[in-house]
Nanobody, 124 residues
Framework: VQLVESGGGLVQVGGSLKLTCATS????????VGWFRQAPGKEREGVAY????????YYVDSVKGRFTISNDKITNTVYLQMNDLKPEDTAIYYC??????????????????WGPGTQVTVSS
């Protein structure tokens, strides 16, 4: 199993970025996928996830209405569209996959596989 994030970078307040997580060795029919982030000096935080069972995505309150998670079963890719970015969104963003994650969760310990992360910096 391999997950690799890309698309991070430096953006001004109010700008947008689209993160991509290329996966191999997993099927979205068996794995929940999620995006997490970790800012310096803070704990890793769940941002958004989609369970393997058909259902709606979930978002942490601080990104609702601004971020959108999606996945493409043909290319085995997970996306995180981030709009109206704020300085507090600055962090390393990680993609993660949870085996038999019917519903997914914001609990990092429940995820089995992680990517190396991509840095997102929002300047004011």
């Amino acid at each position: 199993v391999q997950l690799v994030e890309s698309g991070g970078g430096l953006v001004q307040v109010g700008g947008s970025l689209k993160l991509t997580c290329a996966t191999s060795g997993i099927s979205f029919d068996d794995y929940a996928v999620g995006w997490f982030r970790q800012a310096p000096g803070k704990e890793r935080e769940g941002v958004a996830y989609i369970g393997s069972a058909p259902g709606r995505p979930y978002y942490v309150d601080s990104v609702k209405g601004r971020f959108t998670i999606s996945n493409d079963k043909i290319t085995n890719t997970v996306y995180l569209q981030m709009n109206d970015l704020k300085p507090e969104d600055t962090a390393i963003y990680y993609c993660a996959a949870e085996y038999h994650g019917d519903w997914g969760s914001f609990t990092a310990a429940e995820y089995d596989h992680w990517g190396p992360g991509t840095q997102v910096t929002v300047s004011s």
